[in-house]
């Protein structure tokens, strides 16, 4: 990539809860090869209005913070195996998202989300292996087409859109055990709920 890689931001820990309660990303476990694997509730944080509680400047802090967070694990994942892992795979659930598109809480996220893709594109690789996306009412269409516009094209290929949980998708990229018991796997390791702050 072009520009200087950033600096890990100092962040105050109060602030850094708050943004994990807002935006909750959990690494479950790790794949079928070994790769991290990070589930979101991503519906929830994109319907909520909950990208109004910071500034656009605090998002892409935290963003940041969080991607240096996918290293480490990708790190922790290389040692567990004996082999390079420059990959991880992201699975979101975007149960909520309609609600944001009925009272249009969605479209006021967009910008937003063109400013942490830009910082992304211009200081980090690509690592997203496989992107799943679950749970996405058929309204969300339109959406997605805006969303789709300005994301990096090699991105947009690995997306894949599912209206319900599909199992059978998930259970071909990681194991039972990795899959959060609430969507029909078996790990009972603590997904927060979503949080919604007036």
């Known amino acids: 990539k072009s520009g200087a890689k ?3 931001p100092i962040i105050d820990p109060r602030d850094l809860k708050r943004y994990q309660r807002l935006r909750v990303r959990v690494f479950v476990g790790r794949d079928h090869l070994g790769q991290p694997v990070l589930f979101e509730r991503l519906g929830h944080f994109l319907g909520s209005g909950n990208c109004d509680h910071f500034t656009e400047e605090e998002w892409i802090r935290f963003y940041i913070w969080d991607l240096e967070r996918h290293f480490t694990e990708m790190r922790k994942a290389s040692e567990e195996c004996g082999k390079a892992i420059t990959r991880f795979t992201y699975v979101a659930d975007a149960t909520g998202i309609y609600a ?3 009272n249009r809480a969605v479209w006021r996220v967009i910008p937003l989300l063109k400013a942490l893709v830009k910082a992304v594109e211009e200081h980090y690789p690509e690592i997203a292996d496989k992107i799943v996306l679950f749970n996405v009412p058929r309204v969300a269409s339109v959406f997605y087409r805006a ?14 859109i599912h209206s319900g949980v599909p199992m059978d998708v998930l259970e071909k990229i990681m194991p039972r ?5 609430e969507y029909g796997g078996s790990n009972d390791m603590y997904y927060p709920p979503p949080v919604t702050e007036a």
């Open 147 to 160: 969303v789709r516009t300005f994301l990096d094209p090699v991105t947009a290929e690995k997306i894949e």
């Open 6 to 8: 950033p600096k890990k």
């Open 177 to 181: 055990s990795v899959i959060p018991r």
């Open 100 to 102: 944001g598109i009925m």
